[in-house]
Antibody, heavy 121, light 108 residues
């Protein structure tokens, strides 16, 4: 059974960067597609992007283009999300999740436990 | 960009049936998946594909689709079903994914 375990909470200054990790266990990491989703306090879910570790290719939601970088290390079965030029509006819980795609269907399962990133001066 | 629209809040009496809907142009081409989220917890997949439930999800949860609308139906709602529910699908471009704004379900 696939499990995703994320790194701990972070407090960052505006203008800085944050890098969140997501370690997978079970299954074959290189065959996954890992997506990142964030949720601001009291708000809904927002898809940020996805990466296919075996290819190292990523694509990003337009909103985050140029500010987010997704990477993956197959040797440690760990995916990373780095968000730069942080502002207060980036305060949110960041989730990693495995994206499954089949024909006209896609779904996210399982999910990491979430990492709270707080941006504050 | 594509959008998925959900009603912000829905309520249902205990034991009754409730339908939560999700509208968007991309749903004419792609199925929605549905997620349950309780306070302080990560989202949990409850329905994917045409009408598939992951292991452990009660069979009172079902999914359907017609035109540009996907629906999540809970038949015989229980107190523990009180949560936020989100739909998700691919955008028509197929390279991007999008979530609906979420529906807060209250079980009375």
């Amino acid at each position: 059974q696939v499990q995703l375990v994320q790194s701990g909470a972070e407090v960052k200054k505006p203008g800085s960067s944050v890098k969140v990790s997501c370690k997978a266990s079970g299954g074959t990491f290189s065959s996954y597609t890992i997506s990142w989703v964030r949720q601001a306090p009291g708000q809904g879910l927002e898809w940020m992007g996805r990466i296919i570790p075996i290819f190292g290719t990523a694509n990003y939601a337009q909103k985050f283009q140029g500010r987010v970088t997704l990477t993956a290390d197959e040797s440690t079965s760990t995916a990373y999300m780095e968000l730069s030029s942080l502002r207060s509006e980036d305060t949110a819980v960041y989730y990693c999740t495995r994206l499954m795609v089949y024909a006209s269907s896609n779904w996210f399962d399982p999910w990491g436990q979430g990492t709270l990133v707080t941006v504050s001066s | 960009s594509s959008e998925l629209t959900q009603d912000p809040a829905v309520s249902v009496a205990l034991g009754q049936t409730v339908r939560i809907t999700c509208q968007g142009d991309s749903l004419r081409s792609f199925y929605a998946s549905w997620y349950q989220q309780k306070p302080g917890q990560a989202p949990l997949l409850v329905i994917y594909g045409k009408n598939n439930r992951p292991s452990g999800i009660p069979d009172r949860f079902s999914g359907s689709s017609s035109g540009n609308t996907a629906s999540l139906t809970i038949t015989g709602a229980q107190a523990e079903d009180e949560a936020d529910y989100y739909c998700n699908s691919r955008e028509s471009s197929d390279n991007y994914l999008v979530f609906g704004g979420g529906t807060k379900l209250t079980v009375l």
